[in-house]
């Protein structure tokens, strides 16, 4: 299994840009589709980017296309979400998940393993 534990949440105003870390420890992130999820208050989790375990691979929902990268660093076993020209809708909790499964993104049920959590707000 993999422990994951995220970092680089925060407070920025809208048109910043932030970078998201998830390290994982345990079973190397290679082995897995890796996700990075948000959830706002009073919505439903949603996947907004992923990459597959050979990372190449990398699939980002509509909203944050071309505004965030998902990419990794095997070598420090960590996965980043860079994320620019935020917007006050991008204000959520993150989380980072790691999925046994090979689809990419798959359904939020693949991911077995999920990091706890870091939260980004961006104000107007």
């Known amino acids: 299994q993999v422990q994951l534990v995220e970092s680089g949440g925060g407070l920025v105003q809208t048109g910043g840009s932030l970078r998201l870390s998830c390290a994982a420890s345990?079973?190397?992130?290679?082995?897995?589709?890796m996700g990075w999820f948000r959830q706002a208050p009073g919505k439903q989790r949603e996947p907004v980017a992923a990459?597959?375990?050979?990372?190449?691979?990398?699939w980002y929902e509509a909203s944050v296309k071309g505004r965030f990268t998902i990419s990794r660093d095997t070598a420090k076993n960590t996965v980043y979400l860079q994320m620019n020209s935020l917007k006050p809708e991008d204000t959520a909790d993150y989380y980072c998940?790691?999925?046994?499964?090979?689809?990419?993104?798959?359904?939020?049920?693949?991911?077995?393993?999920w990091g706890q959590g870091t939260q980004v707000t961006v104000s107007s």
């Open positions: 345990g079973r190397s992130f290679n082995t897995y589709t």
């Open positions: 998940a790691a999925s046994p499964q090979f689809n990419v993104p798959g359904k939020e049920a693949d991911y077995d393993y």
């Open positions: 990459m597959d375990r050979n990372g190449i691979i990398r």
